[in-house]
């Protein structure tokens, strides 16, 4: 019998879930595939916006004055391809791109997308869904959201703000304010400035790594999930840390407050005092050492 490549991603699976089993998605096994490339002028100080279901996006920054997008939208059948639509919108200042689900059809469906963009550009929204999202070397990136994929940023100048579900956020170089929240997954941030930071997350671990002493606050907060926070020696803050069913750990010399939960609760300064950090989870450790 003659394997399809659809068939034996679905035999590969079926072998692996004793051992956990694996996630098959819809561009995996799609029957028709069309790609698609346009290319667009874009100022260096303008904008780009990418909307999209159902597929990863990736964006990358270069030097040059344009916007090169690369994408392979998927669909069940025919008509469900010809149905799905890739809208843009662009003039000299912003580029827009967006997959259009037909309303009143249903089925497999999606787009992937692959971006390059001026790294002096703000990549001003992203969102998809069943799919990851990675950028890279880019100004901003003040809106990045997905559903059931993991988040990925590196080297992104300006302020994040970074929602998931069901999958982890991973953040190297920070060089501005982050705030991140996801569902079941972890959540690591290294910021190479200081920067206010705000991490949420639910039964999936989170992990700070700070470059530079902190001067503004800093909050997360997780459950059923431990908290790591890595910090420079000379670092001085007020901290406020919480947890049930488990322990704080500090290398830190902590000024603090007892009230009689020494192992689960720490309240006070380190150092001469300064910002804010609040670290709270339940079930889960917390941990506070020097350096990264």
Not at 48 to 65: C, P, R, Y
Not at 271 to 283: A, F, Q, V
Request: hydrophobic share 35%; with cysteine; glycine share 8%.
């Amino acid at each position: 019998m003659k394997t399809t490549p659809q068939i034996s991603v679905l035999l590969l699976c079926a072998a692996l879930l004793p051992l956990g089993g694996c996630v098959i998605s819809d561009f995996d096994v799609a029957r028709e595939r069309a790609e698609f490339h346009y290319s667009f002028d874009l100022s260096p100080k303008g904008r780009v916006s990418l909307d999209s279901f159902n597929g990863a996006i990736e964006v990358e920054g270069w030097d040059q004055n344009r916007v090169e997008i690369s994408g392979t939208k998927y669909a069940a059948t025919k008509e469900l391809l010809e149905r799905l639509r890739i809208e843009t919108h662009n003039d000299a200042d912003r580029v827009e791109v967006r997959a259009i689900r037909p309303s009143e059809l249903r089925g497999n469906m999606g787009a992937r997308l692959t971006v390059k963009m001026p790294k002096t550009a703000e990549l001003d929204r992203v969102v998809t869904s069943n799919g990851s999202v990675t950028v890279t070397d880019v100004a901003a990136a003040p809106r990045v959201k997905t559903s059931n994929g993991g988040i990925d940023m590196n080297s992104v100048h300006g302020p994040l703000v970074l929602r998931s579900s069901n999958g982890h956020i991973n953040v190297e170089h920070a060089e501005a304010a982050v705030e991140a929240e996801t569902s079941n997954s972890s959540i690591k941030i290294h910021s190479a400035a200081s920067a206010p930071i705000r991490a949420s997350s639910s039964n999936g671990s989170i992990t700070l790594d700070l470059g530079q002493a902190p001067k503004h606050d800093i909050r997360a907060h997780t459950s059923n999930s431990s908290i790591t926070l890595h910090m420079p020696e000379s670092s001085a803050a007020r901290i406020k840390a919480d947890t049930s069913n488990n322990s704080i750990q500090s290398d830190f010399d902590v000024a603090a407050t007892s009230d009689g939960r020494k192992k689960s609760h720490l309240s006070g300064t380190i150092g001469t005092g300064g910002p804010t950090i609040e670290l709270s989870t339940s079930n889960g450790g917390i941990r506070l050492t020097k350096g990264i």
